[in-house]
């Protein structure tokens, strides 16, 4: 097998994903712990102490040197933890959508931020072992990833504001139902262009990762057409609305001047999430626009 160069901006883009998604998951475990009955001392424990942790790595994270051993050795010590927080998100999941445990967080934004998680660390362990997605594919499944997560956040904005705020409630419901719009979109095109992405969501989850079965590499490489440039900017379009929508909603709140269940670190957090989310796809536009299309 052809051995890939390591990519060149490998130090630069896993500092760029700790110091940001570290902060992020001890902010999580900070929501969970918020939200727990508050007999579960079992999972509060475990919530205080994985706060900690990712606290601890994102300070370790701000003080990596550029060099090569050291970010790789911080890629994998992060991937330990998502381990750990992956696991605990799972536990607590699993428990409220069997009813066995109560609590204040809807299960969707469990499952939301188990998805953060694990793209985080696919991402690390995209960085580690040197695997580069091909550009049409990557496109889409930033895109993907992205969409919905920024209609997840409208919704749990729509949902977390006083009901009595209603045309605030109105405009983040239509933001939901851009974003999923958008997102359908996308997976239109996703089958379209990276036909086998579509081929191994039919596969058992198990053989994920593993080399595909006979039979199942025959469909067309991943290729590049007018139209998925212009879907990113569709997409970092919407990103910028929800954006600004965000950033004067974390301006409302803090200044008390609306009736929610939104805390100011929340609102704080899913605005930076938007911000991540324009520089990813920003990443993703520069790559298109290089890429020689069909
Ligand atoms: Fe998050
Ligand atoms: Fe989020």
């Not at 630069?12 to 570290?22: A, G, H, I, K, P």
């Not at 977390?160 to 933001?175: C, G, I």
């Not at 954006?243 to 609102?267: G, Y």
Request: with cysteine.
């Amino acid at each position: 097998m052809e051995v890939r160069p390591i990519r060149t901006d490998f130090i630069t883009e896993s500092l760029r994903q700790n110091r940001f998604w570290t902060q992020i998951m001890s902010e999580h475990a900070l929501f969970i712990r918020e939200g727990l009955p508050c007999g579960e001392t079992a999972l509060i424990n475990e919530a205080i102490e994985l706060q900690r942790l990712f606290a601890q790595l994102k300070a370790r994270a701000d003080q990596t040197p550029r060099d090569q051993a050291a970010v790789c050795a911080l890629n994998r010590d992060v991937i330990q933890a998502l381990d750990r927080i992956i696991a605990f998100k799972s536990v607590v999941l699993k428990r409220m959508i069997t009813c066995q445990m109560g609590g204040f967080n809807y299960p969707l934004l469990i499952d939301h931020i188990r998805r953060e998680a694990i793209r985080f660390r696919t991402n690390l362990e995209k960085l580690n072992n040197n695997i580069q997605t091909p550009i049409a594919e990557l496109a889409l499944e930033e895109e993907i990833f992205w969409l919905r997560i920024m209609g997840d956040h409208a919704r749990f904005i729509a949902h977390l504001l006083d009901p009595s705020e209603r045309p605030l409630v109105k405009r983040a419901t239509q933001f939901g139902k851009d974003f999923e719009t958008l997102r359908l979109q996308g997976l239109d095109l996703q089958s379209m262009l990276v036909p086998r992405d579509f081929e191994n969501h039919l596969l058992p989850a198990d053989l994920m990762g593993g080399p595909l079965p006979p039979g199942f590499d025959n469909l067309p490489e991943p290729f590049v057409i007018p139209r998925l440039r212009r879907f990113n900017e569709e997409v970092i379009e919407a990103t910028m609305g929800i954006r600004d929508f965000k950033a004067a909603a974390l301006e409302l709140i803090e200044a008390c001047k609306v009736l929610s269940l939104i805390s100011p670190l929340l609102a704080s957090h899913v605005l930076r999430e938007a911000e991540m989310a324009l520089g990813d796809l920003e990443m993703v536009n520069r790559e298109l626009n290089k890429m020689k299309v069909e």
